[in-house]
């Protein structure tokens, strides 16, 4: 699967000082490198321990505030933006975090040539670009060949979990995840999941909530092929 077009664009954004001195100074702790042979994660992570990934993390409030809530979980956190690359990293330092690591790379090739597949517990990816426009769709993240790169590279039982607020991308969503036969929808009755108290409520949500619009969360396991 040779991907050109990007779900994302790179734009010289602005970097503050506090993010300026996580991406200097701390970044170097939590990093993982992209380099062709997958990554050993007992290596990484200094212990053997269930391991979830969350792809383009933003400014990383989501990534930190689960981490601190699973001391137990390993999480690595996918994102391409200098600026949240800098932000989670300064974070990790306040609070001295030791179970997340940062790829500052494109998820897709992470996935490609990073990680083993049946490895990860599970894949979260909260409020990726919709891309509204028709013409742009091909850029979104969720399409039909990554979802299957994704399901094979969670261990059986493990979950991908997808939100957004963009009824059209939660409908393509919905689709995908469902035509993907390695994978089940935790809801029974199929379609949208409330969202789990897993999830934290972000900032940019409860202001969604506060004028009405509306957020989907799709939460599907892989099938174990023995059973
Ligand atoms: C709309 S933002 C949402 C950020 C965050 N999850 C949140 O809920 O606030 C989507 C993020 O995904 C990142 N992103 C998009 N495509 C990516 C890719 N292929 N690899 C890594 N990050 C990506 C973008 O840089 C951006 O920060």
């Known amino acids: ?12 954004g602005r970097v503050s000082n506090r993010q300026r001195q996580g ?18 994660l007992a290596e990484e992570f200094h212990r053997i321990a269930d391991t979830v990934v969350e792809i383009g993390f933003g400014m990383g409030a989501s990534l930190l505030t689960m981490a601190q809530n699973n001391p137990e979980l390993n999480y690595i956190g996918i994102e391409v933006h200098q600026a949240g690359v800098g932000s989670l990293a300064a974070d990790l330092h306040k609070y001295q975090l030791s179970n997340v690591r940062i790829v500052a790379h494109d998820a897709v ?19 990726p670009d919709p891309w509204h426009k028709k013409r742009h769709h091909k ?13 094979k590279k969670i261990k059986p039982g493990g979950f991908i979990h997808c939100a957004t607020d963009w009824q059209d991308y939660a409908e393509h969503m ?25 999830r934290p409520l972000t900032k940019f ?15 599907f396991t892989k099938l174990d092929e023995n059973s």
């Open 1 to 12: 699967m040779q991907r050109k077009i990007k779900s994302y664009v790179l734009r010289a």
């Open 23 to 40: 991406l200097d100074h701390w970044f170097k702790n939590y990093e993982l490198s992209v380099g062709g042979t997958p990554w050993n």
């Open 109 to 127: 090739e992470v996935f490609r040539t990073q990680l083993l597949d049946n490895s990860l517990a599970g894949v979260q990816i909260f409020f």
């Open 139 to 151: 850029r979104r993240l969720i399409q039909k060949e990554f979802i299957q790169l994704l399901a």
């Open 174 to 198: 919905l689709d995908v995840l469902s035509t993907e036969t390695t994978l089940q929808n935790t809801r029974k009755e199929g379609g949208y999941s409330p969202r789990p108290l897993s």
């Open 205 to 219: 949500e409860q202001r969604g909530e506060r004028l009405g619009h509306g957020v989907w969360d799709l939460i």
